[in-house]
């Protein structure tokens, strides 16, 4: 079956600090696979989006970087955090099956900059 | 571009009282519909979707929705809700062609009173 990983739960680090949060998809291959942060009241932002190992798009610029290691990892970074970084984290994978089928999310990481 | 509208931030209901959640969308070609639920702390999940063919769409949990393409909406309803329902929900529109980007709307949080 298809899932969608996504670590850490929360996390809770100080300005300055540098971010690393990751993303994994199992049972598919050469997903299209996306970043979004949700603050609150605004929505969801897509940050950004990869289709492929290597190549990532920006949506915004941002304190924020993302990279492709591997087909089915998506990671999202920061040297430093800013305040305004705080918010919840969404990794979503593209579903195609039987025909176009929306986003299947992960479960978030609620990070919280001190 | 596209964009997509809900009208309500939050909406209150009794429990086992009807429920509609507003969207509205705006693009300059055809497009696929989605409806989300992201309950506290976790992930968003596909509620139902509409892609083409009967403009009704039915989906988990009770909800449907229809498609009104002269009105550019995509209202989520429910007959009777239950306090289960309690969560925040987003409206998403793709374009049906190219990269299928999906914008999501704002939210509307249903709070269901007992």
């Known amino acids: 079956s298809q899932t969608i990983h996504q670590w850490p739960a929360t996390l809770v680090q100080p300005v300055g600090s540098p971010l690393s949060l990751e993303c994994t998809v199992e049972?598919?291959?050469?997903?299209?696979l996306y970043w979004y942060r949700q603050a609150a009241g605004r929505g969801l932002q897509l940050l950004f989006y990869s289709v492929g190992i290597g190549q990532i798009s920006s949506e915004v610029p941002q304190n924020l970087s993302a990279s492709r290691p591997q087909d089915r990892q998506f990671i999202l970074s920061s040297k430093k955090l800013l305040l305004s970084d705080s918010g919840f984290y969404l990794c979503a994978w593209k579903s195609f099956t039987q025909g176009f089928g929306g986003y299947t999310f992960g479960s978030g990481t609620r990070l919280t900059v001190v | 571009a596209q964009s997509v509208t809900q009208l309500d931030s939050q909406v209150p209901v009794f429990e086992e009282a009807p429920v509609e959640l507003r969207c509205n969308y705006s693009?300059?070609?055809?497009?696929?519909l989605f409806w989300y639920v992201q309950y506290p702390n976790q992930g968003l999940q596909l509620l139902l979707k509409?892609?083409?063919?009967?403009?009704l769409v039915k989906g988990i949990n009770g909800f449907e929705a229809e498609f009104n393409k002269s009105q550019t909406s995509f209202h989520l309803r429910k007959p009777s809700v239950h306090i289960s329902d309690t969560a925040e929900y987003f409206c998403?529109?793709?374009?049906?062609?190219?990269?299928?980007?999906?914008?999501f709307g704002t939210g509307t949080k249903l709070q269901v009173i007992p």
């Open positions: 049972g598919t291959s050469n997903p299209n």
């Open positions: 509409y892609l083409s063919g009967s403009t």
């Open positions: 693009s300059s070609v055809s497009v696929y």
């Open positions: 998403a529109v793709s374009e049906s062609g190219g990269y299928q980007k999906v914008t």
